[in-house]
């Protein structure tokens, strides 16, 4: 602890009152501390002494203002536990209802969900705006390439179970349909990038490839629910990832 | 007193056709003010101040109570007639005036009865009817209306203490007892009437004498020099409206009315009758240390009415429970003769429980829930477990296995273990709780629901499937309190963890999916411990708004509140048949309440710091409990009587655990010990004749060193929590202090 006289009288202050109050052992911080609480409190009640006297029109702020002050502040941030007859009138009530009686076998036991925490605290913002956008963008590429047209209508993916992976729930569609044009040439072509070069309309796959793989997944898990058989020249990816669903 | 007088002759004028009943009623109260005080009247003052009429009707009601007490109903009934009083108005006097009885005599309860209606009337006179909070604490505060001189103040306190020096020394231990609270009292009207000078001489010159027990709150009372500090103060008004008890013996209580009666103008003998209860009782007085070992109390001692209503402090029966066949794997006996056995083992369980306990509860006294298959899983497991219990005793202490808490940087607040051992839990000051795995077995929680959708719901080890072991961990942090949390406690199903915090809720916690499920909210003010019944379902938690409060899990509000200790309550603990619940306060006392009524059944003083731990005996009969001072005592809670204190620790005992078998006491503290009591021994030394079940008064051996068994240092690590595992090894927690 720094000595007496280098200290400001302030902090001088506050270590007799610690000492008065008794506290012999506290970390230097603690004078530190109780001098920014005693500042910020004084300086509280003055402003609002200073309001009060004001609203009375006196030139001065006077002791009753300073009561006044202190007053409603004690209410608001001071406030001290009920007096006891007025636990003890409570508790009496509450004590008169017999304890009520255990249903038996309910799961876990737990109050009317209103009181829980349990509900989700968050909310999906509903996705029909984005799904048309991208539908836009989907039919581009999807007549140029042709054929594929009649298997990305298979998207009874259903776009409300996609909806958790992002916003980006039409591309899905194209890529598969994408894929199959894809495949025929070539087989089992390791990765959706080294096929793609063959056709033109893939570049929109390229322009962001790294969406391929997470888009691959979702969409193998309706595929399998759905038709499982589907693919026969499914993509070596698919199966992978299909691999890589199972193991999890 | 003075005014006492006043009121019947009054009535004499008024009421002339009833003199044979005010009679009765003059003669009582003439008799007493006899005896009383005829001091310069402060009271006539009061009611002069108010409305002539006010008087009148406050003397009528006045008369009307005491009548009704001593139950002339006639009288009353014409009285109020002709009065044309109401029946509200009485009511609300009746609770007004029904501050306790004396054990003195009628007259008595008349003058405190109207020395209350008068100042109520000085009060407030329009106020009659609601009881509110600050028409409450003013008429508490105005209770200090009735001035005696200021300055006097001093010589009627050396006056008595003169007195009780010169009196014989069996007597003078016993009288001393009255210093203290007549010290705080007198203080107190000082400062309530504004005399602060005087107040601060008094204290001065009188504080020193008090015993040192008191210090801590003789310095609080140092820092209370105005009106309006006592204002916001609520544990001493709490000690101003409740009365402090005294426990005299006849002939002392007699030498010392004689001596006050024999001066007139005497403020003590007011504030005796008005703010102490002296419960007498006929005997040898108390010698100093039994006194001590009793008092320390922010009330004094209990009444010896309170302690005794009957408490069922017998265990429940043990469901009969069949136990397989195929499970100890070392036994090699002959197939024939396990399952005899077994059958015996089970019968002679039931054979102990068909005789019903007498000190025991019915099974259905408070509804608990019932046994689930997996509760019964778990009973088997406990019985097996128990077979391997190791029995301990004097010469066969327990191992201790400490578990510190490193890196927690001071901020360790609450620990608690499973009852299997299983699972730790700790609650910190930065408002998290962290739950580890003791067992090389991780924590799992339960998958979500996309991947539980696709598991096989029909596969045998469904149960192992639902968890995920890619986010098994040894620990899992909780998050959701908003302050330090300063209590947990696991179910005994090991579902469920509590957490209790300094934001004013207790949070359950699911500890399958480790999120928060449920936040109960009810005190407004830091709750500083909770804790689960046995049998789950309940749990109790108690606050710095001095009630604990039992809920159950299923309700967002409390089924019982416990009312009545006048400081915070501290640490709570469920009775092992989950019938009552004990409570340890800064008050300096431990209350037992009952579950069914919420009624206090015990109040047992004699700690002379603030309560931080609190067991039960396996058995049910006995309580440990420790503080602050240092001192361990053990009550027995049938007679509601200490049997026990146990010296040696220098520093606060946080943490107190019964031996599975009851045979060993330890002890954890600040001064970073664990010690070892034998408990056994302890309790065998009970001896109690009629006169200590009666007065309560039972003289405590000094036998602290021969209980000691065993004393356990740790490196500078304080001893929060303690836990016996079901095979009697001795768990201790806490977190490492480095300096």
Known sequence: ???????????????????????????????????????????????????????????????DDIRLAIQCRVDQSFTSPPPRDFLLDIARQKNQTPLPLIKPYTGPRLPPDRYCLTAPNYRLKSLQKKVSSSAGRITVPRLSVGAVSSRPSTPTLGTPSVQTVGTKVGTPVSLTGQRFTVQIPSSQAASVKSATPTTPTVQNVLINPSLIGSKNILITTNMVSQNSSSDSTSLKRKHEDEDEYDAL | MAAVQDGPMELDAEKETKPEILSDGTSNLSGNTASGTLSSSPLTAAPAGGAPKMEDQQTLIAVLQFLKRNKLSESVEILRREAGLGEHQEDSQATDGSGGGKGDGDGGDANSLLSRVFITSAAAPQSMLVKKDQPDVSVVLSAYSQQGDPPLYQVYYSGLKNFIESVLDCHRAELSQLFYPLFVHMYLELVYNNHETKAKAFFDKFSGDQECYYQDDLRILCGLTKKEHLKGNEVLLDFRTSRFVLRISRDSYQLLKRHLQERHNNQIWNIIQEHLYIDIFDGMPRSKSQIDSMSGSLAGEARREVNKAKVFYGLLKEPEIEVPLDDEDDEAENEEGKPKKKKTK????????????????QQNRIPLPELKDSDKLDKIMYMKESTKRIRLGPENLPSICFYTFLNAFQGLTAVDFTDDSSLLAGGFADSTVRVWSVTPKKLRKVKSTAELNVIDKESDDVLERIMDEKTASESKILHGHSGPVYGVSFSPDRNYLLSSSEDGT????????????VGYKGHNYPVWDTQFSPFGYYFVSGGHDRVARLWATDHYQPLRIFAGHLADVTCTQFHPNSNYVATGSTDRTVRLWDVLNGNCVRILTGHKGPIHSLAFSPNGKFLASGSTDGRVLLWDIGHGLMIGELKGHTDTIYALKFSRDGEILASGSMDNTVRLWDSMKAFDEVETDDFTATTGHIHLPDNSQELLLGMYHSKSTPVTHLHFTRRNLLLAAGAYNSQ
């Not at chain 1, 506290?23 to 402003?47: K, S």
Request: aromatic content about 8%; hydrophobic content about 35%; overall charge positive.
């Open chain 2, 346 to 361: 089970k019968d002679s369980l039931g054979s102990k429980s068909k005789k019903q306990d007498p000190n025991a509860p």
């Open chain 1, 1 to 63: 602890m720094a000595s007496p006289k280098t200290v400001p009288k302030d902090a001088q202050v506050m270590m007799q009152i610690l000492k008065d109050m008794g506290i012999t052992e506290y970390d230097p911080r603690v004078i530190n501390q109780m001098l920014e609480f005693t500042y910020r409190y004084v300086t509280t009640i003055i402003e609002d002494a200073k309001i009060y006297s004001t609203h009375a029109k006196k030139s001065n702020v006077d002791a």
């Open chain 2, 506 to 517: 207790v949070r359950l916690w699911s500890l399958q999916t480790f999120t928060c499920l």
